[in-house]
């Protein structure tokens, strides 16, 4: 079965930190790039971060630039989101999406994860 796979979401107080797992089940995750997306209740799906397949290029969006970090480990199969000085606003379901190679150009997903839940909340 070919899919993405989500970990590491859950309850964090204000402040805290949360490290997000995208692991890939069936595929080799090398010659994807992978995105973060969240979506809040009533608001759109942002797109928040991505790393790109080889040099492992990175972007982030402004909302959370400076309190992200995204990284990959392909031996693993995986690319971790580390999110830190996290937000009551900052609650929403987080999802991972692999599209072919680079960061940049369509906006077309090969796969999907089925998202995780992050709750920021005193």
């Known amino acids: 079965q070919l899919q993405l796979v989500e970990s590491g979401g859950g309850l964090v107080r204000p402040g805290g930190a949360l490290r997000l797992s995208c692991t890939a089940s069936?595929?080799?995750?090398?010659?994807?790039?992978i995105r973060w997306f969240r979506q809040a209740p009533g608001k759109e799906r942002e797109g928040i971060s991505c790393i790109s397949s080889g040099e492992g290029l990175t972007s982030y969006a402004y909302s959370m630039k400076g309190r992200l970090a995204v990284s990959r480990d392909n031996a693993k199969n995986t690319v971790y989101l580390q999110m830190n000085s996290l937000k009551p606003e900052d609650t929403a379901v987080y999802y991972c999406?692999?599209?072919?190679?680079?960061?940049?150009?369509?906006?077309?997903?090969?796969?999907w994860g089925q998202g995780i839940q992050v709750t920021v909340s005193s």
């Open positions: 069936g595929f080799t995750l090398d010659h994807y790039a």
């Open positions: 999406a692999a599209k072919p190679k680079f960061c940049s150009g369509p906006e077309t997903y090969d796969y």
